[in-house]
């Protein structure tokens, strides 16, 4: 006999929801006191934030339309991404402000 509502196998690693990827590696140290933005220390090749124009040593400061001041507003953001989702941000290069446009990848699962 079939049962309904049984309760299936446990979720294997990770189950909590990640959202979408830019593929960026942050730079954790951080751009400096008092300096808001999260300052990449690389890309990851072929991912959203190359594909799109980022670079190692800019320091995204926009999201969507949102202010980042660090990591924290930057996961944040993230979190509630879909894959596929266009987004525009903005980093500043060389002191310049460059307006640029990503698509959000998929997460890499752990």
Known sequence: TLQRNAAGPPPKGDTRRFGGSL??????AGAGEGVAGVLLAGTRPGGPAETAGMRRGDLLVELGGREIRDINDLMFLLRRAEP???VGAVVLRDGQRVELTAVYGEPRRM
């Open 84 to 86: 596929g989702e266009s």
């Open 23 to 28: 593929g960026i590696v942050p730079d954790y």
